[in-house]
């Protein structure tokens, strides 16, 4: 069992030496890591600004749609009322001809 652990420490400290070039693998492997971590997290931070500049196009957008909209609700109020006016002027007209119409009539 000795000479066993001593030829499996052998591998790991003799002169092919796996256990630093295993422990500056492992470190390049962390270094690796870190570096994919810091570029994510940098997207990450991108990503979440652009979202947050996205989101205040949207709303004013969306408070642009709405003053729009009253725009438009105002203009059809205003339309009805021209119409109803000129619907209520032209029912004016229509009865005074006609109320002259049986006048004329009523005196021949």
Known sequence: MLRRQ???LGLYEGSDDKLPTLLRQSEEDS????????VTRQKHAQLREHYRQME?????????RDTFLAMVRDKDL???KILKNERDELMRQLDDALAKK???DHSQ
């Open 6 to 8: 001593s030829k499996a």
């Open 102 to 104: 049986t006048v004329s």
């Open 78 to 80: 205003q339309d009805g």
């Open 31 to 38: 270094r690796v890591t870190r570096e994919q971590l810091r």
């Open 56 to 64: 205040v196009y949207s709303q004013a957008l969306e408070k642009e």
